[in-house]
């Protein structure tokens, strides 16, 4: 055995109680720790030595040479993006999974399978969904909408009596995908799958919002003569999630031919409250389904699940037939159901936190978030230097800057959130909406509490006044 291995082997105790303690400082700091790298300096690029440097020399390079631009994403003032935490429970089922390295591929290797099939179940209890879906958990919401659509492409060819897993995309004219505000990841999924972007037929929108106008989509519907359609319905969009009204486009359900997906990745867990659950009214309508575990559950990255209602279609499209492999049962193996092979052991975090703090752990969380956002929101629209784009309706306030000329360019918001991020007290990120450049805070962390609210105020109120300055200095 290599001299370092055996080493670190021997040292094992040792070892792992520093990584803890540097762990627990970051953990015990992360409120402190600036949300933006405290240096972009270049650096140089080390070669690969022939004899290692063992485990703690390798922790020591790590903590002098990158620790410091590690940023406190994980934080209570990080609102770029819909970034979720770690709760405690969450972390450590994730220490757990890399101790035990378990490939969560098989159903009869270990108990792996069962502890996710008792998570999928969770989650269906949680998010309030019928027992006829099946779930698989995935890496992210880009793959989950991937498995729903590749799902859908295999329900609209069998519609037209093809299977288009074994023949192929050929066989069938273009698939047709129908949206109002699809996520990229959408698209994304559509070119991996051999759907292609251009596909994607957009319907207008209600005025003012980002939800599908239900007339516009029956209109379409009617022009396609019963030729199936895939329809991606928004359970919360990006910029104001916004939601389609699943409740009528499941009655359209009853009259037209299409296969049904709602990208909840988010929104979905408007579920968990009942000041916000009739925002997801009708979800059971939909023939698959996108969660992102890693945005509101507050587990580590990468994690998300897929539901549908079609696993024979899913079968059909992902198996995996080999000999090595073993024979498809009525409960296939994990690796007959996504992309993936080898899969990370997701569902113990998931798990553990669902456990830990139940149903009523995580209303809190989101009616607390809900509740900050519109505590964010307020101050926006009494504000002189802000004003609201949209409603705010969950937990996301989308805003722009008032400048003197009312006609506010994306530049300008990059340049603003330069000085906003760069003071490293909070964290936005830049967005357009209706035409109108802005900003989005995406409020979804377990951490997250008033104070830090009015810690962000005042950063977007520093960085506005120094902002004005410049460019009425210009």
């Known amino acids: 055995m290599d001299i370092n291995l055996k080493n670190d082997l021997e040292n094992m105790d040792i070892l792992l109680n520093k990584v803890t303690i540097n762990a627990l400082d970051f953990l015990k700091n992360i409120n402190e720790i600036a949300t933006s790298p405290k240096s972009t300096d270049s650096y140089t690029l080390s070669q690969l030595n022939k004899d290692g440097l063992g485990g703690e020399k390798t922790l020591e390079e790590f903590m002098q040479k990158f620790y410091n631009g590690i940023v406190s994403s994980a934080g209570s003032k990080y609102f770029g993006f819909v970034t979720g935490g770690t709760t405690p429970a969450a972390l450590m089922g994730d220490w757990l999974v890399s101790t035990f390295d378990q490939n969560a591929t098989g159903r009869d290797n270990s108990s792996v399978a069962k502890l996710e099939e008792e998570t999928i179940n969770l989650l269906k209890q949680l998010l309030g969904l019928p027992e006829i879906y099946s779930g698989t958990f995935v890496t992210g919401a880009t793959m989950a909408n991937f498995v729903g659509l590749a799902i859908g492409r295999q329900w609209i060819a069998n519609e037209l009596g093809v299977n288009i897993a074994i023949d192929g995309l050929y066989s069938i004219p273009p698939i047709k995908i129908v949206s109002s505000t699809p996520h990229s990841s959408i698209l994304k999924a559509m070119s991996m799958l051999g759907m292609g972007r251009k596909n994607m037929h957009y319907i207008p929108t209600i005025d003012g919002r980002e939800a599908i106008d239900i007339e516009a989509l029956e209109s379409y519907l009617k022009q396609l003569n019963g030729e199936p359609c895939i329809i991606v319905a928004n359970a919360g969009t990006v910029n104001t999630v916004d939601f389609d009204d699943l409740k009528q486009i499941g009655e359209l359900k009853k009259k037209y031919n299409f296969f049904l997906h709602v990208d909840g990745a988010f929104g979905a867990f408007a579920s968990c409250s009942t000041k916000y659950k009739k925002l997801v009214e009708g979800i059971e309508a939909a023939d698959s389904i996108t969660i992102d575990a890693h945005k509101w559950l ?12 079609h696993s024979k279609l899913q079968l059909q499209v992902f198996q995996n037939n080999a000999v090595y492999l073993g024979d498809i049962l009525d409960k296939p193996d994990f690796v007959h159901l996504t992309p993936e092979n080898s899969r990370r052991f997701r569902a113990l975090p998931v798990w ?27 101050k926006i629209d009494e504000s002189k230097n802000f004003s609201l784009l949209s409603t705010t309706k969950l937990n996301v306030v989308c805003f722009t800057i008032n400048l003197e000329n009312g006609n506010v360019k994306l530049e300008q918001i990059q340049q603003f959130l330069n000085l906003v991020n760069k003071d490293g007290r909070a964290f936005f990120t830049q967005t357009v909406y209706k035409g109108i450049a802005g900003i989005r805070a995406a409020i979804s962390n377990w951490r997250t509490e008033e104070k830090d609210i009015e810690m962000a105020w005042e950063v977007l109120n520093k960085a506005y006044k120094s902002y004005y300055k410049t460019i009425t200095a210009d």
Do not use: H, W
């Open 298 to 309: 507050n587990v580590p990255y990468d994690s998300a699940m897929q539901f549908t209602k």
């Open 352 to 378: 553990f936190t669902l456990k830990a703090y139940g149903q009523n752990g995580y209303t809190e969380i989101i009616e607390r978030n809900c509740d900050l956002a519109q505590l964010l929101s307020k």
